[in-house]
């Protein structure tokens, strides 16, 4: 799996939108974009992937660039409760964890 | 539905001893996975059972580690003698079983070794 970097951490207002930066420049065709989330003392949270086109759920927008070299995830209006670890993850067969980044949202 | 099931919660031992954790999948996931998460890095990998059958074991360190999964359902994670740096989250995931899937992460089981 291709290796992605992430700021080690940020801050942002709630009620703002968040927007999660993340590299990885050395992904291949065929490994998705994946974004999971881990609020404090439970295990990861699944949030959106994506492989070329920008997606969108209920959760977050995942915004992919033309080149597939990097990606940001949204959060259009973040709560006190996007406070978390969330990590970006370009998958091929496994599901790899890199540091991800935290953030902090304050009221 | 019920989630991903896991216990103990937390366990302390001494290094040397040994200790097991139990995990339950969601109904119906074939794939299941055991990831390993020391404090402040994201979790790593263990081991990863498709049905009953090991698909990667690649990072358990088979010195010390042993897992299974009898039967296609539950599986259990043992560590006999523990050390020191098994100091860690240990968190059990299940999906559908397409390599693709969505993984549904357990709450974890808290280790520490003294």
């Known amino acids: 799996d291709a290796k992605t970097t992430q700021p080690p951490s940020m801050d942002c207002a709630e009620g703002r939108a968040a927007n999660l930066p993340c590299n990885h420049s050395t992904i291949s065709g065929n490994e998705y974009v994946y974004w999971y989330r881990q609020i404090h003392s439970q295990g990861p949270q699944y949030i959106i992937h994506g492989l070329k086109n920008n997606e969108t759920n209920e959760m977050a927008s995942l915004i992919i660039t033309e080149d597939r070299k990097s990606s940001t995830l949204i959060l259009p209006h973040a709560t006190l409760r996007d406070t978390a670890v969330y990590y970006c993850i370009a998958r091929g067969s496994k599901l790899t964890f890199g540091g991800g980044t935290r953030v902090l949202v304050k009221p | 539905e019920a989630g991903v099931a896991q216990s103990p919660r937390y366990k302390i031992i001494e290094k040397r001893q040994s200790v097991a954790f139990w995990c339950n999948p969601i109904s119906g996931h074939a794939t299941l996975y055991w990831y390993q998460q020391i404090l402040g890095q994201g979790p790593k990998l263990l081991i990863q059972f498709q049905n009953n059958g090991v698909v990667d074991d690649s990072q358990l360190p088979k010195d010390r580690f042993s897992a299974e999964r009898l039967k296609g359902v539950d599986s259990t994670l043992k560590i006999q003698p523990a050390k020191l740096e098994d100091s860690a989250v240990y968190l059990c995931?299940?999906?559908?079983?397409?390599?693709?899937?969505?993984?549904?992460f357990g709450e974890g089981s808290r280790l520490t070794v003294l």
């Open positions: 995931a299940s999906s559908l079983g397409s390599v693709l899937g969505e993984l549904f």
